[in-house]
């Protein structure tokens, strides 16, 4: 357990409506990222963070912006909900202490947008 | 453009048995591969990794080899337990940062 916690675990919207997903950590580690995973594609990344205010792209970034204000938090917004955003989107945290690359993840929120 | 696939959605093996999964790769320039796992309505737990500079990793049950030339990985599983039944994905890493996943393999493991 890597002490992750995403927020909320479920959430149904509606089309056009702001949307805002939260990854909390509890291990100051400094890398972050969020993922969208659709059958058919896996596991595709959104954004990334390697710090505070520090982040980048992903394959799949459009209609998606990210923040980071606090260490132990990554918080994903949707400006404006699509269908196409209906998915399960899983936070994952990299371990800088460790020799490997290895990412651990949370639980997942469950998007639905009408 | 997908780049790692795995094209085995899908795969059933008799408890005992082995179980191999495999994934290609397009990008030469991923340095690092991993394989996770994941049960429904949970994250990914990390499996087993690889260095590009290696051709083969063991941790126990798991081992992962890599074809650098022919741009394949596989995971071999022995032997398989009906408690490996799950997905599996594997990723490739790029530049530290960029993981590029697979759309993953479901294994079932017939007791």
Redesign the interface.
């Known amino acids: 357990d890597a002490g992750?916690t995403q927020s909320p675990r479920h959430k149904v919207t509606e089309t056009g409506t702001p949307v805002t997903l939260r990854c909390h950590q509890t291990e100051n580690h400094r890398?972050m990222?969020w993922?969208r995973q659709d059958p058919?594609?896996?596991?595709?990344?959104i954004h990334?963070s390697?710090g505070v205010k520090d982040t980048?792209k992903?394959?799949v970034s459009d209609g998606y912006s990210v923040s980071r204000s606090k260490t132990e938090d990554f918080l994903l917004t949707l400006e404006s909900a699509t269908s196409s955003q209906t998915s399960v989107y899983?936070c994952?945290i990299?371990p800088r202490d460790r020799g490997?690359?290895?990412?651990?993840?949370?639980?997942?929120t469950r998007l639905t947008v009408l | 453009d997908q780049q790692v696939k795995q094209n085995s959605p899908s795969l059933s093996v008799q408890e005992g048995r082995i179980s191999i999964l495999n994934c290609d790769y397009t990008n030469s320039m991923f340095d690092y591969f991993l394989w996770y796992k994941k049960y429904p309505a949970e994250g990914p737990t990390f499996l087993i990794s690889i260095s590009s500079i290696k051709d083969k990793n063991e941790d126990g049950r798991f081992t992962v080899f890599l074809n650098k030339s022919a741009k394949h990985l596989s995971l071999h599983i022995v032997p398989s337990q009906p408690g490996d039944s799950a997905v599996y994905f594997c990723a490739a890493l790029i530049g530290g940062n960029q993981f590029y996943f697979g759309t993953g393999t479901s294994l079932t493991v017939i007791p």
Do not use: M, S, V
């Open positions: 992750i890398y990222y993922y058919g594609h896996g596991l595709r990344l990334y390697y980048d992903g394959e899983f994952a990299k490997i690359n290895e990412q651990f993840f949370g639980p997942g």
